[in-house]
């Protein structure tokens, strides 16, 4: 059983950055294709950003393209989401998901979950 634990979120003021980590223990890192969505209050969870299991295919949300960045290292077994130019309504908490072999956008098509990140960006 894949566990994956974020860490790296906080409070940050608009136009600042911060760089999210998940690392995975439990099983076959280099095997997931792994995403990060997030949730705001009030709002659907929504997808930011994907990458293959090896890191030739990467995915962004068309609204979250140029400011935020996925990278992955499999000797650490980590994904990382490294978050620019933020702005008040990047405030959500942050979810990494892993899926076998399987580069996706659906949350519902992810198998393994953390249990998120609180990122607050003040204006």
């Known amino acids: 059983q894949v566990q994956l634990v974020e860490s790296g979120g906080g409070l940050v003021q608009a136009g600042g950055s911060l760089r999210l980590s998940c690392a995975a223990s439990?099983?076959?890192?280099?095997?997931?294709?792994m995403g990060w969505f997030r949730q705001a209050p009030g709002k659907e969870r929504e997808f930011v950003a994907a990458?293959?299991?090896?890191?030739?295919?990467?995915i962004y949300a068309d609204s979250l393209k140029g400011r935020f960045t996925i990278s992955r290292d499999n000797a650490k077994n980590t994904v990382y989401l490294q978050m620019n130019s933020l702005k008040p309504e990047d405030t959500a908490v942050y979810y990494c998901?892993?899926?076998?072999?399987?580069?996706?956008?659906?949350?519902?098509?992810?198998?393994?979950w953390g249990q998120g990140t609180q990122v607050t960006v003040s204006s």
């Open positions: 998901a892993g899926k076998l072999f399987s580069v996706v956008t659906r949350s519902s098509q992810y198998e393994y």
């Open positions: 439990g099983g076959t890192f280099g095997s997931l294709g």
């Open positions: 990458i293959s299991w090896i890191g030739n295919n990467i």
